[in-house]
């Protein structure tokens, strides 16, 4: 597919608008600003996520226990774990990690270092 190249490093984009935010957070310093804490992100989305979290209240609960998301991805991850017994086996040793990032992890610190 078509590809979209920043002249100012090596990143490549797969669209106009990515390249466009790539170069404003990467190259021009641009940042979104919370106008009502000293919180600041490089996306827009970012910053949408910490109002609505931080400042609205917003939560996803869980329908089993107590536990309370801030990001509906959260909320599923929290289920997969603690209610449907989801794990993620190491493909090189008996290793078994209860979320995709501890396997991650261990992959790094356990077989690539």
Not at 2 to 29: I, M, Q, S, V
Not at 36 to 62: I, T
Not at 102 to 113: D, I, S
């Amino acid at each position: 597919g078509l590809r979209f190249p920043c002249d100012l490093c090596e990143h490549t984009a797969f669209n106009a608008f990515n390249l466009r935010k790539h170069k404003e957070t990467k190259h021009e310093g641009v940042t979104y600003l919370c106008d009502q804490c000293d919180f600041f992100a490089l996306h827009y989305s970012s910053l949408m996520h910490h109002k609505s979290s931080k400042h609205e209240g917003v939560r996803f609960p869980c329908d089993q226990c107590d536990y309370e998301a801030t990001r509906p991805k959260n909320l599923k991850k929290h289920k997969e774990k603690d209610h449907e017994g989801v794990i993620y086996p190491c493909d090189q040793c008996e290793y078994i990690a209860k979320d995709s990032s501890n396997l991650r992890q261990h992959r790094r610190t356990k077989h690539e270092g």
